[in-house]
């Protein structure tokens, strides 16, 4: 299969080109910054076009000039600077996707499969916040609360009607919060970036203190998994007709729980967790963990990952980020 991967050079992205190559299909890869940090090794092995998701006429040239027959949509503008920028990301994120389904319709591209969030659903509450952390399905009503999830909400209902009336198949993926070495290495102090910095503090031999939240449940799912699902999403068989599917680690844990993986995987990491419900330091609460049964049973997303595999690939990846292998 040909695929064209938008925001190849990102984080996901580079991970999704490694796993589609290695599967054994082709592909081009587009960005808006071409900077092969992520992608390594494989900034040699695949065409890197530089285009802009804003750019209709680029996404079109690409994708007639490589027959591409599916395409994997990973570029967006993320970071907070976008939720005092909500015309930039509605320009990127909503803007981006529907020149991307476009150029899809009219190059006859079977399927696009997006990356969507879990901040498209409410802060985890009732049954769905502490003490029972019920993980939440797809068919909850939304409640997105940044400007960037709007967006992607809006690009997932966009492609709901591209695969219904345009004849571009379409799925979406929810990504709970990832962890992995390209993420961690930016030192990342947010809430969602917990576990990103349990494991570069114990890689670089530093004491990681959280002064709170050792009971609060969340849901890591490794990078590599990210890009695993949105896969997925592309080349299932059958179609998905603008389906939207969970992509977490299947095992959500509790603070204390995921400091004792680092510790087991890492032995030498000193790590102390205060106790409480909440670790986000504005205490501004944190979102449910993903039931991810619909992705198990419709498009056959397995992590591959469990916490201690990936906090130890993790770990050796930030080894190697930081040049000492
Ligand atoms: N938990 C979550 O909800 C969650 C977390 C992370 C990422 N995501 C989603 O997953 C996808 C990949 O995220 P990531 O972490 O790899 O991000 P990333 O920033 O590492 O990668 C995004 C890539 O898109 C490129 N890009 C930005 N604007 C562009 C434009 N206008 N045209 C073309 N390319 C452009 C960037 O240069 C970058 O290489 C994104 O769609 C993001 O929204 C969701």
């Known amino acids: 299969m040909r695929l064209m991967v938008t925001g190849a ?3 996901i992205g580079s991970h999704a080109v490694r796993q589609l190559l290695q599967a054994g299909h082709e592909v081009v890869g587009t960005d808006s910054m ?19 998701v804003q750019d209709l006429g680029a996404m079109l040239r690409v994708l007639t000039d490589h027959r591409v027959e599916r395409i994997v949509h990973l570029a967006a503008a ?15 994120n909503l803007g981006g996707t529907l020149n991307v389904l476009e150029a899809a319709r009219h190059a006859g591209v079977e399927r696009v499969a997006m990356a969507s969030t879990h901040n498209v659903y409410p802060k985890a509450y009732g049954e769905h916040g ?3 952390w019920k993980p939440i399905a797809e068919d909850h009503p939304p409640d997105p609360w940044r400007p960037y999830a709007v967006m992607k909400l809006a690009c997932e209902h966009m492609g709901r009607i591209y695969a219904a009336k345009y004849g571009v198949d ?39 203190n959280i002064e709170r939240g050792g009971e609060q449940v969340f849901d890591p799912v490794y990078i590599k998994d990210c890009a695993h699902g949105v896969i997925r999403a592309a080349l299932s068989d059958g179609k998905r007709g603008g389906r939207v599917y969970n992509i977490g680690g299947g095992n959500p844990v509790t603070l204390n729980q995921a400091a004792a993986a680092v510790r087991r995987v890492l032995p030498a990491a000193r790590i ?3 106790p409480g419900a909440d670790f986000s ?26 916490l201690d595999a990936g906090i130890a690939d993790c770990a050796r990846e930030l080894e190697v980020l930081l040049g000492r292998k």
């Open 9 to 11: 050079c990102g984080r």
């Open 34 to 52: 071409i900077h092969a940090g992520n992608l390594r090794e494989l900034a040699k092995r695949i065409p890197v076009v530089a285009a802009d």
């Open 78 to 92: 993320i970071g907070d600077q976008f939720d005092t920028q909500p015309w930039g990301s509605y320009q990127v």
């Open 130 to 132: 502490h003490p029972t």
């Open 170 to 208: 379409f799925a979406a993926v929810r990504y709970a919060a990832y962890y992995g070495a390209e993420r961690a290495i930016r030192r990342g102090k947010k809430a969602p970036d917990v576990l990103n910095r349990m494991i570069l503090e114990a890689v670089e031999g530093t004491a990681t």
């Open 272 to 274: 102390e967790v205060g």
């Open 281 to 306: 330091p504005e205490g501004e609460g944190y979102h449910p963990p993903l039931d991810i049964t619909r992705a198990r049973t419709e498009i056959g997303y397995e992590p591959q990952f469990t």
